[in-house]
């Protein structure tokens, strides 16, 4: 179980660049690029709000995880 | 880990006193917060732009989930407070600034009057009503554990739990009777401001019962050993063995719980109302009593949880909902499906008639409202509403709106019930046991910071945006379609109306994997 949660950390790391991917290049970055003004609220919640949290929690998650911090 | 800290345990009849005042207040912030979003489609109309009715729907949208994102920063404000001066006064300062600002929301002239300040004034409300709801949930879980007996906290918190669904279910509650109290036409032109109204009342009853209430023992210990955090934010996030819980707080339990909550209540009603296009009311009731019906689990769950552990029960809760959420929506989506329904012969109804339009949107003062009403051999019935707004001069067509109202059979009404019931089941086993597990997972003197952020972040961002998120998934999946389908090829989905599920599956599973791995079964005291 310690070599699971640890060598775990790998996946949410790469998921944490998935989803940061996803977020910035597939949502905010056509809507930042939309002529309708709505969508610009949500490229700007994706990329300022959701992003950093998503993927940079998963990231230091992560990176807790593969350090061992959660071995206990 | 340090000690746990001995103080004078509250007697029985007190601890229900502190359950009762804080449960009511908390039920309280959740009215106000759910009635903006219940009553979402019609403020759009008031408050936003009218001849663009989806650009309004979107804003509302926006606003809701700008109310939802600033909860985490309410969290973290109110949490500061908390931890340095005291759980309950910083509970009746939310109290306050949540009831205020509902009756302003209520108060506020419409866009037609008063232009743009109208949905300025409606979002700077909307932030505050945000705000302080990240800062009261938090000091209400806290403050009701730290009375409790250490073996009883998931059974005493679970009922400041049921409060989100309740308050959801009176907010339901007060705008069916509020429409039932008044016309049509009434209701849409002033009486949505009833339920934003009335709430003042209740804020003041719970301001004057909380008012009287003891701080909390373990926090007066606290404070009686000089141990009160100086700076609870750094504490609980610039240092890495704290961090570390918050993370796993958030991503092994919170984010999951947000996602079930958000799915089985907010984004059943809007895919009941906006995707299957069942009547209005209809939606309300069976969501009021699919939660009426469940919310007593939340108290055996939280019980349970004192029993079996609280990883369990949220688990089990976790992965019933990513097993079962299509089939699910796949039924309730049939339910209301009249494609395979055989109509009744003879039972078509036409009518036409003129109508005022009391706002006088797109600058007409007539419409010309048809209804075409079918009936099906089942007992479902279809309206298909055709508003033609005349231009009060030459009377030409300025604007048209198609609607379709399904309402369903009463036999369906039922299993639609027993579908959403068996979602709310899945949300009192997440919710249930959460408040204790995260109070439990935090030391006292940092705990109303660190619980509050992960609760927020998980409900109120990765819940919150779960609405807009899975309407754009289907409506992304249904413009493919028809691409596909104007260019004669296949069409990519062949459900388009599940594709918004993709979020809460995989958001839950995540959540899932991370708490099954990570997380302990075993009741923790910091």
Known sequence: MRYLKKYLGILWIILAFVSGYYLIVSQAIPQFHSEKPEDLVPAIVYTFVLMPIISGGLFVFGWYALLGEYDD | ?526
């Open chain 2, 1 to 526: 880990m340090n000690t746990p800290l001995r103080v004078k345990p509250t007697t029985t009849k007190g601890l229900w006193k502190v359950i009762g005042a804080s449960s009511l207040g908390t039920l309280i912030e959740w009215y106000d917060f759910y009635i903006f979003g219940s009553l979402a489609v019609i403020i759009s109309t008031k408050f936003f732009p009218a001849d663009n009715p989806t650009a309004a729907f979107l804003s509302t949208l926006a606003t809701f989930a700008a109310g939802f994102v600033v909860r985490p920063f309410g969290a973290l404000f109110f949490g500061r407070l908390g931890d340095m001066i005291g759980r309950k006064y910083t509970f009746m300062v939310t109290l306050l600034v949540m009831g205020l600002s509902t009756v302003a929301i209520g108060l506020i002239p419409e866009y037609k009057t008063i232009g743009f300040f109208a949905p300025v004034l409606i979002l700077l409300l909307r932030l505050l009503q945000g705000l302080a709801l990240g800062g009261e949930y938090g000091g209400a879980a806290t403050y009701v554990a730290e009375h409790a007996e250490p073996h009883r906290r998931g059974e005493r918190t679970s009922w400041i739990q049921t409060t989100a669904s309740f308050g959801l279910f009176i907010s339901l509650a007060v705008i069916l009777l509020t429409r039932k109290c008044m016309s049509n036409e009434a209701f849409m032109a002033w009486g949505w401001r009833v339920p934003f109204l009335i709430s003042i009342l209740m804020v003041i009853v719970s301001y004057f019962i909380r008012r009287n209430m003891d701080e909390s023992p373990l926090f007066k210990q606290v404070k009686a050993e000089g141990k009160v955090s100086q700076n609870p934010l750094k504490e609980s996030f610039g240092h890495r063995y704290n961090f570390k819980f918050v993370l796993l707080a958030l991503f092994g339990a919170a984010m999951g719980q947000g996602v079930v909550f958000y799915t089985g209540q907010f984004y059943t009603l809007s895919f009941l109302q906006r995707v299957c296009q069942v009547d209005f009311d209809q939606t309300n009731y069976i969501l009021g009593i699919a939660i009426f019906l469940g919310t007593g689990l939340f108290i055996f769950f939280g019980w349970l949880s004192d029993k079996i552990g609280r990883k369990i029960v949220m688990m089990v809760g976790m992965l019933l909902a990513v097993i079962t959420y299509r089939p699910i929506f796949d039924k309730l989506y049939q339910l209301a499906d009249v494609t395979e329904k055989k109509e009744q012969v003879g039972a078509l109804k036409n009518t036409i008639k003129k109508e005022s339009v009391p706002d006088g949107d797109f600058g007409a003062e007539e419409m010309l409202v048809t209804t075409v009403h079918r009936l099906y051999e089942d007992g479902t019935q279809k309206d298909e509403i055709t508003r033609q707004y005349l231009h009060p001069k030459d009377k030409h067509i300025v604007h048209r709106e198609d609607i379709v109202s399904i309402k369903l059979a009463r036999h369906d009404m039922w299993i639609a019930v027993g579908l959403i019931f068996l979602q709310v089941l899945y949300v009192t086993m997440v919710y249930g046991p959460i408040a204790a597990f995260l109070v439990e997972m935090f030391p006292v003197k940092i705990r109303y910071t660190s619980m509050s952020l992960p609760y927020h972040i998980g409900n109120g961002v990765f819940g919150g945006l779960m609405p807009t998120v899975a309407t754009y998934l289907v409506s992304k999946a249904q413009s493919a379609n028809e691409a596909a389908q104007a260019a004669g090829r296949a069409q990519p989905f062949d459900k388009p109306y599940l594709e918004g599920l993709w979020y809460p599956i995989i958001i839950i599973g995540v959540s899932f994997l991370i708490g099954m791995v990570y997380l302990s079964n075993k009741r923790t005291e910091q």
